[in-house]
């Protein structure tokens, strides 16, 4: 056997236990991680001009800088964004609380990430203080597809509410607004942020009033997804003193919202740049309240909740995104593989030993049926043994690789080898100086 078949062997024994355990690795790797995230996300969200959409834009700055892609798909609302996802036509989207119908499968929350407030605005003296005592008006409920129209009817059926007899108008922001001042309805519903420029034209109408509904903490303990928020006199406006007074609304939370399909990965990757644009706080929110668990429709996402608990990982927060989820695949690698490794490596140490013992072996047994021989040979056969036997010392000293922790079992080889050597070599010259050797 030449020398670099020796190697090849060695190789493949110490190599094949290794692979074998790295294969095992990525298997199991694969089983649980999961192979790696996709680049290219795609997310719903309201109107151009909504909030929705504006923090779609914060969240593809983010998300670029991690090396993804998020494609906006701008729409009417909530609704229309429900059905994307579950269509599997959009991985991600915004949807407002209370906007969920029953019995919605596949779909999970990654968290609330802030306070809406429902605003209801009705014609100056109109005197409602419930919507209860709305039946039999004209009301512009937001448009098909909108969360505001979602919600505001939820709220209407439960309150006794319904078409029959009251006119439900699917009007938009902007006309629903022109139909309140021109007085073409009597009371108008819209879901936004108390800096939207249609809030604060309507508080600062003197024809227009902000209905106060008597029995808002009943709604708060209705509803998940509701609270009651104070908007403080002032605060939208300190010049003109927008609201004029304390006021005290409808409040529900938006959430983010993905199909239980998407990657692990992708649900840290969002909830990063969630975290990074809401955690500061607003106008109505605390600096630190969001992301957060509460006020959730949709049944939280068991990788959000880790995140939401713990943060990102140390990997996370010290090297890029992409980077880090090479890293934790890798770790998830050789965790297995490292564990698979060591009662092989148990196996392997015998084995490797056996194997050098057999090859010094294999060279006794060439030794001891020299020895034999050699005592009923001529002297003429006793030059050719003694030659196979220097062959053999040679091959021994040059071709038998062995560790160095075997080079005394060689040393004794090739010290027996020798003493045969020079038995046989004296054995022969006796031979040739007896009578019947010369003979």
Known sequence: M????????QLALIGAPVVLALAIGVLISNRFAGPLPPRRLVISTGPVDGAYYRYALEYRRLLAQQGFKLEIRPGPGSMATLQKLMAGEVDVGFVQGGTVPEGVTGLTALGSLFYEPLWIFHRKGLGVTSLSELHGRSLAVGEEGSGTRALVLRLLTDNGVTE????????????????????RVDVA????????????????????????ERRLPAYAGRYQFMETLRISEGVLDM????????RTVFGVTAALVVSARIHPDLVRLLLDAADRVHRKGGQLERAGQFPSEANLELPLNEQARRYLR??????????????????????????????????????????????YRRRIARRYVVLRESEERGETLSAEELKSEIDRLRVLRRQVIDETDVPLKYSGEIFHLTMHIDLLLERFERRRRELLESPVGRG
């Open 2 to 9: 030449t020398r670099l078949r020796q190697r090849w062997i």
């Open 164 to 183: 029959d007899g009251t006119f439900l108008l699917p009007l938009g922001n902007v006309e629903a607004e022109h139909a309140l001042t021109s007085g």
């Open 189 to 212: 519903f819209f879901v936004l942020a108390p800096r939207a420029s249609l809030v604060q034209r309507l508080l600062s109408n003197p024809r227009i009033e902000l209905m106060a």
């Open 239 to 246: 010049a003109h003193n927008i609201p004029r007074e304390d």
């Open 310 to 355: 713990s943060g990102p990982s140390w990997l996370e927060r010290t090297f890029p995104f992409w980077l880090a989820g090479l890293l934790d695949r890798t770790v998830l690698v050789i965790l297995p593989a490292v564990t698979l490794l060591f009662p092989l490596l148990g196996w392997l140490r015998p084995t490797v030993e056996n194997m």
